[in-house]
């Protein structure tokens, strides 16, 4: 009788990548992956913790997930990841549904403990600080898309943000050496992976916590020469770090797509100094405008916090004032949440919701406005486009992304003209555009030309 197992991966996609380390364990025990809940006798739910309203929806889904141990197939329940971190044994009280408990230095000895346990010995809870770092060494069993994946660099952060957990849940910032960052981006173009989308809580920090300078540039330079690998897109590049020497690479690259996301996070410093977060060099508009001086036509995208503590009409005008200025083509805005056990959440001044929701509200409203501008200034424009399938709405439409937007978290491109097979990256014309999405054809093969 053939024994499954099923995986639900909550979060981000560094969360992913860890996921994608458990899976190939599980195999190797003997279960085959599905998706049908209902047939696993191991389910594995691996979750997020770095927002009250993320850990609310991972007990929500632990507890649905606990239904099937009631009506079908499932003899363990186990849960994962930055949860188990924050929460510690508290967990086991509060979730006696769980069998075992895992926290974010523990992906890679899912089968170790689970043979373990089947012999009677082990725990229920792993827990430690954390020091996890996944290498190449380390199989992985992809979630993505065949043709795109995500390349994790290093793991944690060293810079001590009052509003984020990140640091107590992921330790301090840990780079991998660039030797074995290639090696598994060539394993991955190997395999047909076209895009490769590399990330980390800050990238351009990579080298750094062992006193290594431009090891960002370096690896840029060195991952050229992988061969068949198309796209390489820059994830979470601090304010800060972004040299010239990483501009002066990216400009000149054939490979690093024009793309750059940069958490600014507010523009008013007082706000900034209450978030801990380090006096930048130089003015977030004075940065874009450094930026798109090296390159005209890079995509910038940010994420922008409204509602911290001891905001004023005044900061957040600020904040306004930035989105009009820096014209960025993407952003993530959330509304600040007051974490359990960071400063932040002591802090006098503590904005009401309904202020917060105002606020949040109209940054998007503003920056919807842009994003529409912003694209519509690119009509005529000749852009590289990675088909990803059919229109959800009809089958007469192809969608997929261009090289200005990452996987998930930004537009797509409606292609109202020529086909292709998925996952081949084709030049498109720019034909129109929506709030977020931009409407092409393709143009023909060089070879039809």
Same mark, same amino acid.
């Given at each position: 009788?053939?024994?499954?197992?099923?995986?639900?991966?909550?979060?981000?996609?560094?969360?992913?990548?860890?996921?994608?380390?458990?899976?190939?364990?599980?195999?190797?025990?003997?279960?085959?992956?599905?998706?049908?809940?209902?047939?696993?006798?191991?389910?594995?739910?691996?979750?997020?913790?770095? @927002?009250?309203?993320?850990?609310?929806?991972?007990?929500?889904?632990?507890?649905?997930?606990?239904?099937?141990?009631?009506?079908?197939?499932?003899?363990?329940?186990?849960?994962?990841?930055?949860?188990?971190?924050?929460?510690?044994?508290?967990?086991?009280?509060?979730?006696?549904?769980?069998?075992?408990?895992?926290?974010?230095?523990?992906?890679?000895? @899912?089968?170790?403990?689970?043979?373990?346990?089947?012999?009677?010995?082990?725990?229920?809870?792993?827990?430690?600080?954390?020091?996890?770092?996944?290498?190449?060494?380390?199989?992985?069993?992809?979630?993505?898309?065949?043709?795109?994946?995500? @390349?994790?660099?290093?793991?944690?952060?060293?810079?001590?943000?009052?509003?984020?957990?990140?640091?107590?849940?992921?330790?301090?910032?840990?780079?991998?050496?660039?030797?074995?960052?290639?090696?598994?981006?060539?394993?991955?173009?190997?395999?047909?992976?076209?895009?490769?989308?590399?990330?980390?809580?800050?990238?351009?920090?990579?080298?750094?916590?062992?006193?290594?300078?431009?090891? !960002?540039?370096?690896?840029?330079?060195?991952?050229?020469?992988?061969?068949?690998?198309?796209?390489?897109?820059?994830?979470?590049?601090?304010?800060?770090?972004?040299?010239?020497?990483? !501009?002066?690479?990216?400009?000149?690259?054939?490979?690093?797509?024009?793309? @750059?996301?940069?958490?600014?996070?507010?523009?008013?410093?007082?706000?900034?100094?209450?978030?801990?977060?380090?006096?930048?060099?130089?003015?977030?508009?004075?940065?874009?405008?450094?930026?798109?001086?090296?390159?005209?036509?890079?995509?910038?995208?940010?994420? !922008?916090?409204?509602?911290?503590?001891?905001?004023?009409?005044?900061?957040?005008?600020?904040?306004?004032?930035?989105?009009?200025? *820096?014209?960025?083509?993407?952003?993530?805005?959330?509304?600040?949440?007051?974490?359990?056990?960071?400063?932040?959440?002591?802090?006098?001044?503590?904005?009401?919701?309904?202020?917060?929701?105002?606020? !949040?509200?109209?940054?998007?409203?503003?920056?919807?406005?842009?994003?529409?501008?912003?694209?519509?200034?690119?009509?005529?424009?000749?852009?590289?486009?990675?088909?990803?399938?059919?229109?959800?709405?009809?089958?007469?439409?192809?969608?997929?992304? *261009?090289?200005?937007?990452?996987?998930?978290?930004?537009?797509?491109?409606?292609?109202?003209?020529?086909?292709?097979?998925?996952?081949?990256?084709?030049?498109?014309?720019?034909?129109?555009?929506?709030?977020?999405?931009?409407?092409?054809?393709?143009?023909?093969?060089?070879?039809?030309?």
């Amino acid at each position: 009788m053939v024994s499954f197992a099923s995986l639900i991966s909550l979060g981000c996609s560094k969360n992913l990548v860890d996921s994608e380390i458990m899976i190939p364990q599980l195999e190797q025990m003997g279960y085959s992956i599905t998706q049908d809940l209902s047939n696993a006798q191991i389910i594995v739910v691996n979750t997020c913790g770095f @927002l009250e309203s993320a850990v609310q929806e991972a007990v929500d889904t632990i507890l649905e997930v606990a239904r099937h141990r009631e009506k079908n197939r499932c003899t363990q329940l186990i849960v994962t990841g930055c949860m188990v971190q924050r929460y510690g044994r508290k967990l086991k009280a509060l979730l006696p549904e769980v069998d075992l408990f895992l926290g974010t230095s523990h992906y890679d000895q @899912l089968s170790r403990i689970l043979e373990e346990r089947s012999r009677g010995e082990g725990e229920s809870l792993y827990i430690r600080r954390p020091d996890f770092l996944a290498t190449s060494r380390l199989e992985r069993k992809r979630c993505t898309p065949s043709y795109s994946a995500y @390349l994790k660099v290093a793991d944690g952060c060293s810079h001590r943000c009052t509003y984020c957990m990140i640091p107590r849940l992921r330790g301090p910032y840990r780079s991998r050496t660039l030797e074995d960052i290639q090696r598994e981006a060539a394993r991955l173009a190997a395999e047909g992976v076209k895009e490769i989308n590399l990330i980390a809580q800050d990238i351009t920090a990579l080298g750094m916590d062992r006193g290594e300078r431009d090891s !960002l540039p370096r690896l840029l330079k060195s991952l050229e020469e992988v061969e068949g690998l198309r796209w390489v897109r820059l994830l979470y590049a601090y304010p800060d770090h972004v040299s010239h020497s990483l !501009l002066e690479t990216m400009a000149q690259s054939d490979k690093i797509v024009p793309y @750059l996301d940069i958490p600014f996070q507010h523009a008013s410093s007082h706000v900034l100094k209450a978030m801990g977060r380090e006096k930048h060099k130089k003015t977030p508009v004075d940065l874009v405008a450094h930026i798109r001086s090296h390159m005209p036509q890079i995509a910038l995208r940010t994420s !922008l916090m409204v509602g911290f503590p001891g905001e004023t009409s005044g900061d957040f005008q600020q904040l306004l004032d930035l989105v009009e200025a *820096a014209r960025f083509d993407h952003v993530g805005t959330f509304a600040f949440s007051p974490e359990r056990g960071t400063r932040a959440a002591r802090m006098d001044g503590q904005i009401p919701e309904t202020i917060k929701e105002e606020r !949040l509200d109209m940054l998007m409203r503003h920056q919807r406005d842009i994003s529409r501008k912003r694209l519509n200034e690119r009509f005529g424009d000749r852009l590289q486009v990675m088909v990803e399938g059919y229109h959800p709405e009809t089958d007469y439409l192809l969608i997929g992304r *261009a090289s200005i937007q990452a996987p998930e978290v930004d537009g797509a491109v409606i292609i109202t003209r020529g086909q292709a097979e998925i996952g081949e990256i084709r030049a498109a014309r720019v034909t129109g555009a929506h709030d977020y999405d931009l409407v092409v054809e393709l143009e023909p093969p060089a070879e039809e030309l």
